[in-house]
């Protein structure tokens, strides 16, 4: 039940792009159709359950303070916590590039479809907020969180983030006949249509579960 | 001199035509999230300008030795080692601005003004412009955020920079802050309005 809870309240209360901005920058540049944001959508959704749970795997038995204990007592002092960007960002690049080698070789027609999108995610600002947030909860919490709480985590954001880029693309196609002030189309609406539907969201967000 | 007037207008373009979040759509992430006050914003601000011109100026210098296929990778490594300085700067100097920029601050190595630079501009210009080019961009990031953040600290919670401005007569005759603009959605809607006037100022901006 926890972690039914713990997936609602990604998906919607917690959303990333609604109530923390994240990943703005593909959101508003790919979002013109809804074919190519439901390919970025996957991507990003299928990326993420799978750097989360492995940068958590990282920090917790590498970088956190005396993470290291496990290997002898001596090294129970250690903190390496302040490595955390560079290593983060290393092992997602790292894995883009290994998912998109694997997906090539296995599966020639996902990777028609997600292709041109995988690249790109390695710089989307989901997949690295996702690990810097499970990190910050690890820190806050005192017996830390447990692997399939952070799989289920990365699942909500990810499929929130989903959610967020289809919704905008149906929203966009539509808008494409409405008659808009000029100096408003294109960027300025998008960013004026974002900012309602997260007030729409708003809604949701006192709920506790 | 016309090496010195080329330098001058990559300063300046940035700053309103080519605009990295209004025009260029770039960095967009961390710039609504950080703006309900000032002093976060221009902390903010700042941090970002300082690692995208060095990171243009550290990648332009070696942009002949990166091989091509592992480019991003490299870029990404520059950017995260000189993001951890900037943190622990932070976390050394003003901690409780670094408690309140949380997590944001590490996500400047993905903010895409930084990648967006370093691929449009460092990896084919010479050191010198490519800093220049840095610092302009960071200059643009920073005026928008700064504006931003005034608009929403003062129709907020009444105050710019931490200082109650708004005086008590104001609010003994009915006036309330607005607790819509402190909330992230109003970010969103005040960043539309700002774009809306600038392309109404710049025609050439308008999209079709």
Not at chain 2, 73 to 97: C, E, K, N, T
Request: one cysteine or more.
């Amino acid at each position: 039940m926890e972690l039914f809870n713990l997936f609602i309240k990604s998906v919607f209360i917690d959303n990333m792009i609604f109530a923390y901005f994240l990943g703005m920058c593909s959101f508003l540049a790919v979002s013109k159709t809804v074919n190519t944001s439901l390919g970025l959508g996957i991507a990003v959704t299928f990326v993420l359950l799978i750097t989360a749970p492995f940068n958590w795997v990282i920090y917790h038995y590498l970088l956190k303070p005396g993470a290291l204990s496990w290997i002898s007592q001596s090294y129970s002092d250690v903190d390496l916590s302040y490595l955390s960007f560079l290593i983060f960002i290393a092992s997602i690049a790292a894995i883009v590039q290994l998912v998109e080698m694997v997906v090539e070789k296995f599966s020639p027609s996902l990777y028609n479809a997600l292709g041109i999108f995988l690249p790109l995610i390695a710089v989307n600002c989901v997949i690295l907020a996702v690990a810097l947030f499970v990190q910050e909860k690890e820190d806050q919490s005192l017996m830390g969180l447990s692997i399939s709480e952070v799989t289920i985590y990365a699942l909500g954001s990810g499929l929130g983030w989903f959610l967020a880029i289809i919704s905008m693309a149906a929203i966009r196609e539509k808008l494409r006949y409405s008659n808009i002030p000029k100096p408003l189309k294109g960027l300025g609406v998008t960013f004026i249509l974002t900012g309602l539907m997260a007030i729409a969201f708003m809604g949701i967000m006192g709920i506790k579960i | 001199m016309a090496n010195k007037s080329n330098n001058l207008k990559l300063l300046t373009t940035p700053v309103n035509l080519q605009n990295p979040i209004t025009v260029q759509v770039l960095g967009i992430c961390s710039s609504l999230a950080v703006t309900v006050q000032m002093k976060p914003a221009f902390v903010m601000g700042l941090s970002v300008t300082i690692v995208t011109a060095f990171s243009n100026l550290i990648i332009s210098s070696i942009r002949n030795t990166i091989p091509n296929r592992i480019r991003i990778i490299v870029q990404l490594v520059v950017v995260a080692a000189l993001v951890i300085v900037v943190d622990q700067i932070l976390r050394a100097y003003v901690y409780d601005i670094s408690k309140q920029l949380s997590v944001f601050v590490g996500l400047i190595i993905t903010n895409c003004i930084l990648m967006g630079r370093l691929e449009a501009f460092a990896m084919g210009n010479k050191p010198w412009p490519s800093f220049i080019d840095g610092i302009g961009n960071g200059l643009g990031y920073s005026l928008i955020l700064l504006l931003l953040s005034f608009l929403r600290e003062l129709l907020g919670s009444g105050s710019v920079w931490g200082y109650k401005i708004m005086p008590p007569v104001f609010y003994q005759l009915g006036y309330q802050n607005n607790g819509l603009m402190i909330l992230p959605p109003m970010a969103l809607i005040t960043i539309g309005i700002i774009i809306w006037i600038q392309r109404s100022k710049n025609k050439e901006l308008i999209e079709n």
